[in-house]
């Protein structure tokens, strides 16, 4: 028998290789060694599958754009800070607030009015945000402040140790939540009863922080026409906050006009 000299043809290690001839040759050399299939028929050469296509790389996330601001101004990254004022005041609050508020915050001042009234109208206002900080009238810082000083869920311990969810501190306050409130809300409820409305339905779960006149530094309350003054200097000089009533920020706009500047 004379020798093959057709050469064998290998892969890796040695292995055979896939032939690559053309099936009209396959089907010559198998008629010429009268090789045929159980069928009768003469067998093919088993076609290589092709590949599956490959799957497209998935696109990377566009870089999300940035937000608009709104049509008052407030820059989208800001936490806003809305103050209430009594009337005639607005000046020394300001005044007060732009040199304590902690930095990158955009202050909105309104005007002094019951939540019941307040509320709905800070809904609808476009330049607020969904979740803003705010100062119930009046309320002004005597000491650099910063957003957790505002934010934070608190609580004013009486001296009868009585807990109230005072409304004369700053509060941290999402508008969603607000509507939901105003839609249950009785037309004359209160202040206070608002807030803790709010505060155990919406903030649930948070453990509130407690203040107090008669304890720590947080606020120093001035309710009365003629406070005792070395109290009142006393918080200017030891305390974050001064919360006033109309007739108590009359008494001490005198001495906060002083640390104003």
Known sequence: MGKNNTARQTGAKGAPAVSATP????????ADAGVVSPDGN????????????????????????PASSDAEGVPADDSVIVIAA???????????????APGHCTLVFVDDAPFAKQFPALIADASIPDEFVFVPANCAPVAPVDFADLAQLKVYVRKDGSRHYSERLPMLLNKVALVEL???????????????????????GVRATEVSHDFGNFVTLVLRSNP???????GLCQRKFIAASAEGWNAVSPLLTKIRS
Do not use: F, H
């Open 23 to 30: 099936p009209a040759e396959v089907e010559k050399r198998a």
């Open 42 to 65: 003469t067998p093919e050469e088993t076609p290589i599958p092709e590949p599956a296509p490959l799957s497209p790389l998935p696109e990377k996330d566009a870089a999300p754009a």
């Open 86 to 100: 009594y009337p005639g005041t607005k000046d020394l609050l300001q005044a007060l607030w732009q040199k304590a």
């Open 182 to 204: 105003c839609g249950t809300m009785q037309e004359d409820a209160d202040n206070e009863t608002l807030v803790a409305d709010y505060a155990k339905e919406y903030r649930r």
């Open 228 to 234: 005792c003054e070395n109290v009142v200097i006393a």
